[in-house]
């Protein structure tokens, strides 16, 4: 009977703890998943990483130079303004409560008035032991919460912005711990580059050192503004058009890179260019063509190719087709 009894209270004792809550998980540094709803190479990229080394050469946590002097945050963009106004969301990289935001500021880049209001449109989410993620440059009149609300991982803040200082469309995650910047790729001290060290991030994202942001046809050499706006290209060319041009738009160059141009049409290989880059830039673009020296271009389809590369790696491939009519 004592032996039953005791089976009893064991089994009581077991029920009970089954059916009382998890214990909380021990408060500790966030894991961050991706702050925006994209895929990275595909239809976002990131531009700039947290500087590991302030001064005149700036340097990431790889000790490559993407990245600017006293940058305290990673960029994570989008290819074109075009991809901005379709609409992109940006996400809670982790659980928290919304210390603070503002919303209001114009999609115009840097001006007069973005003095003082560098974050442009932002939110900042308290999370445990002193950390915080602030998320900046958000598109104005997107932003979808409120201060003092509850976020979990993933919930929309708003979507991607140019409000602020900032000359293209992307989202600014900066991390901090007790009011201090921390590189989310890397714990280690920020005056040493190179080192390694616990990475924030749930699924670290691949580094990429540079790469192509877009391509296209068009009918002379492009205006910039049109090819960061996403509407340079053109899909059909007149056959009587002044110029045959292909453009590639590119980010994170080296003094060095080579951007390879190739231009294929109706009668066989059309021309072919190789351009080596003369200075580090964060975004560029070059092009390649033809002036119109006869009454019509061959009529039919045309592709383009442009490769960027460093040394024999290459960063990245863009093909793109036209037709002449």
Not at 202 to 221: H, M
Request: proline share 5%; with cysteine; charged share 20%.
């Amino acid at each position: 009977m004592r032996r039953l009894k005791r089976r009893l209270k064991r089994c009581a004792t077991l029920i009970l703890a089954l059916a009382l809550p998890a214990a909380p998980i021990a408060a500790g540094e966030p894991v961050l998943s991706l702050p925006i709803d994209c895929t990275l190479g595909e239809t976002c990229y990131i531009q700039n990483y947290v500087d590991r080394a302030p001064g005149p050469d700036a340097r990431d946590f790889t000790c490559a130079g993407l990245s600017y002097d006293g940058h305290k945050g990673t960029d994570i963009g989008l290819p074109t303004l075009s991809d901005m106004r379709r609409g992109v969301d940006v996400l809670a990289a982790a659980p928290g409560i919304v210390r603070g935001l503002r919303d209001g500021v114009a999609d115009v880049g840097p001006n007069a008035t973005t003095q003082g209001k560098e974050c442009g449109n932002g939110v900042v989410l308290r999370h445990d032991d002193g950390w915080e993620t602030q998320y900046c440059h958000m598109k104005s009149g997107s932003l979808r919460v409120q201060k003092d609300q509850r976020i979990e991982r993933g919930d929309v803040l708003g979507q991607v912005g140019l409000s602020g200082k900032t000359e293209f469309p992307h989202i600014h995650l900066s991390v901090r711990k007790d009011g201090k910047v921390v590189d989310p790729f890397g714990l280690s001290a920020l005056a040493t580059c190179g080192e390694g060290g616990k990475s924030l991030w749930q699924d670290t994202p691949e580094y990429t050192p540079g790469g192509l942001l877009d391509a296209g046809f068009a009918p002379g050499v492009p205006d910039y503004g049109a090819v960061r706006d996403g509407t340079a290209g053109k899909s059909i060319l007149a056959g009587n058009a002044a110029g045959l041009v292909l453009y590639g738009f590119g980010y994170g160059a080296q003094k060095g890179d080579v951007m390879d141009m190739q231009i294929t049409g109706p009668t066989g290989v059309f021309l072919t260019q190789s351009i080596a880059l003369e200075k580090d830039q964060a975004q560029f673009f070059r092009a390649t063509g033809r002036r119109l020296t006869k009454t019509h271009w061959p009529t039919g389809r045309y592709t383009g190719t442009v490769t960027l590369r460093r040394g024999s790696t290459i960063l990245g491939e863009r093909l793109v087709q036209m037709s002449v009519e």
